[in-house]
Structures are given as structure tokens and as C-alpha cells.
Nanobody, 121 residues
Framework: QVQLVESGGGLVQPGGSLRLSCAAS????????MGWYRQAPGKQRELVAR???????IYADSVKGRFTISGDSAKNTVYLQMNSLKPEDTAVYYC???????????????WGQGTQVTVSS
């Protein structure tokens, strides 16, 4: 079994910064992709950023230039540095990962429990 544990959410003023972390643990052979999604009240869950095992990154247009995703493969951890936060960034942020438990198995999709980010004065 695999677990994703997020940390780093909280309340921040507009223009402030937060850093989210997500650590994967359990039966892990390899991690193909790790990323962050968010869901605001009344809205669908959307991709924020993701990074592949090869280091390729993808960002939502709304966060380009403000958010940076990075990974530490030795720790099976992904980070999301969020700068210049805006009230519209307020949402529950979910960690997501595609993880293989064995070399011969396809990657399975895992989700964290979510961490609240609130941007407000």
C-alpha cells in the first residue's frame, strides 16, 4: 500500500508565500509522476503543476511564474513553492502520484488527503 502525506497549508495574506510538501511512503518501486491539484468550493478539481521522474514540469497557466514544483527522488517527496499568492489561489490542494509497486506492474494513481490553502487579508 502507498500513502501520500501532505503538509504546509495554511492561511496567508495576498502576496505571501507558502511551501507545500508531499511525501510518498509504502510499497514503492518507482514514481513516474508527482503533482498537485486543487479544488476550490463549487469548482472542479484542476491541475496546478506536475513533475515527471525525468524532471519535466507542467504548470497551469494561472500559476506560471508564481509557483514552482520540485521533487526529491531520494525522499519520494514533491514540493510546491507558491509565491505571490492571490485570493483566487484559495483551495484544498491535493497531492497526486503515479507509482509502480513492482517493475512489472503498471503505475497506479494515488491521492493525498488534501491540505487547505487560504489566501486572505
Amino acid at each position: 500500500q502507498v500513502q501520500l502525506v501532505e503538509s504546509g497549508g495554511g492561511l496567508v495574506q495576498p502576496g505571501g508565500s507558502l511551501r507545500l510538501s508531499c511525501a510518498a511512503s509504502g510499497s514503492i518501486f518507482s514514481i513516474d509522476v508527482m503533482g498537485w491539484y486543487r479544488q476550490a468550493p463549487g469548482k472542479q478539481r484542476e491541475l496546478v503543476a506536475r513533475v515527471t521522474s525525468g524532471g519535466r514540469t507542467i504548470y497551469a497557466d494561472s500559476v506560471k511564474g508564481r509557483f514552482t514544483i520540485s521533487g526529491d527522488s531520494a525522499k519520494n517527496t514533491v514540493y510546491l513553492q507558491m509565491n505571490s499568492l492571490k485570493p483566487e489561489d484559495t483551495a484544498v490542494y491535493y497531492c497526486n502520484a503515479d507509482i509502480r509497486s513492482s517493475w512489472y506492474k503498471k503505475a497506479d494513481d494515488y491521492w493525498g488527503q488534501g491540505t487547505q490553502v487560504t489566501v486572505s487579508s
